[in-house]
């Protein structure tokens, strides 16, 4: 049963076999972790950013590797959706007024309309978030 989605600066921990990380995931029951809509967005945007550079010879080989592993990755998680309930829980959050990203305030809807813990090393932003539960894997 899902229980936790990686924001993010996890997945990118992720991607680099971060030993803290991956030792925590260990632990876990299978499907236990996911990643939202919205990470999937912001990792492949990044990636295709990256690809959109003037590259050549081994840089342009190495941008493509990189978003083939992304995909790979993003294949083996359970991917959790921005549906109408997200939707409405971010507008909710953006009623707040919280200083806090438009992408950051759709993960925390997502978790919070699906009661999950957000693995993150943000508490600056996220800790902002009423009822948003919060975990750091990276230490």
Known sequence: ???????????????????????????QPPGAIGVSAVTAEEALRGRLGYLARPLRGASLV???ALLIGTIQLLNQLPTVPFDDPAEAAWQQLRAQRLRVGTQDLKIAAIALG??????????????QIPGISLDDWSV
């Open 1 to 27: 049963m899902l229980q936790f989605l990686l924001d993010t600066d996890h997945l990118t921990l992720l991607e680099r076999s971060h030993p803290p990380l991956l030792q925590r995931m260990g632990q």
């Open 114 to 127: 699906n009661s999950l813990i957000v693995l993150t090393r943000n508490r600056r932003d996220f800790g």
């Open 62 to 64: 190495r941008a493509y």
